[in-house]
């Protein structure tokens, strides 16, 4: 049987953000579930992110975790900072360049960040559930290339 415990050891993912994605969710059970669905699926009937406002919320209560995250994969892919990396995100790449998002994330006022926030929470939702499935199927394989395996 896999525990939170064990899983959480080897994620390079802040505990504290793992945990909020599995508490938005509702269980360690139902994270492990959904987990492979959110990879091949997007968000679509995820408990705790398939309603807009509750995904916002998340993002909004998890920016700085969320901030942290895209900081790591932006220092592990050599790209400029975590703004670039979100500027990537399916939903906001042909919308927004990083500085933009930047800016639309201190602005809870402007049109565009329900949107933006929204994506924030989906790349939160999706990089737990890549690395947990990286977990699962306990490739050989570095985990970036086990990740990039996964998002085909």
Known sequence: MTTFAKFANQSDIDNALLLAVINQI???EKFQECADNVIKYKVCGTPGFSHYGESIRFAQTNI??????????????????????????????????????????????????????????????????LDYSAYILNLKAPKAEAKEALSV
């Open 26 to 28: 509702g269980s360690w």
């Open 64 to 129: 700085d975790l969320i901030k942290e995250l895209g900081q790591s994969i932006a220092d592990k892919q050599r790209m400029r900072d975590n703004w670039t990396v979100f500027a990537s995100l399916y939903h906001l790449h042909e919308d927004f360049d990083g500085d933009e998002i930047a800016d639309i994330v201190n602005r809870p006022q402007s049109k565009e960040y329900s949107s933006v926030m929204y994506a924030l929470s989906y790349f939160a939702l999706r990089e737990a559930a």
